[in-house]
């Protein structure tokens, strides 16, 4: 969804995206194929640019890393961001020309970019949902009742990997190959 920032009004403008009005389901079928979400964000206008604060409530379906069983997380993530217009690049010169009329020592959080006066929200909120993501997703229960199921089926796994390799060396692997003489 685009985001026609020359429309936006002094006091700013809110929207609110959710599975059921649409907006952004195409942009996040990846990564929330079926989930409901709910996005708010205000963005006012700051200068030369422009600010926007929001938040994003959904759940992630992942699998635990320890036990392999599925999970749902909560994600309830607020976002702040300034919104730069994309520079245009000029090839004729290599000097970076700055302005002033921002004032960034307040919290301001991160920058996003946009490009010939349109925000593309679906991309931002696909980018936040992607980097919220964890890495190695745990139920976060030491007395998880699948880790003791999960462990034993990776002793058995072993056990027959072990198995294999006894059975199995490499030298009789070599005798087997044979060698076609030219």
Not at 52 to 75: F, H, K, Q
Not at 90 to 119: C, I, M, N, P
Request: some cysteine; hydrophobic content about 35%.
């Amino acid at each position: 969804m685009k985001i026609r920032l020359s429309e936006i009004p002094e006091d700013g403008r809110s929207f609110s995206f959710t599975r059921e009005t649409g907006e952004l389901n195409k942009s996040l079928k990846d990564l929330i194929p079926s989930a409901p979400y709910k996005i708010e964000m205000t963005i006012r206008p700051l200068g030369n640019a422009y600010e926007m604060d929001g938040r994003l409530v959904t759940s992630l379906s992942e699998i635990c890393s320890l036990c392999g069983w599925d999970l749902n997380i909560p994600l309830n993530k607020p976002f702040k961001e300034i919104l730069l217009e994309e520079p245009e690049i000029d090839r004729e010169t290599h000097h970076v020309h700055g302005s002033g009329s921002v004032d960034f020592t307040h919290d301001v959080g991160s920058s996003a970019s946009y490009k010939d006066g349109l925000f593309e929200a679906g991309d931002f909120v696909h980018e936040l949902v992607a980097i919220s993501e964890p890495l190695y997703p745990s139920c976060g229960d030491p007395d998880c009742e699948h880790l003791e199921e999960a462990n034993l089926k990776r002793a058995e796994l072993a056990a027959e990997f072990a198995k294999a390799d006894e059975t199995r060396s490499p030298f009789a692997a070599l005798k087997d190959v044979q060698l076609k003489k030219q």
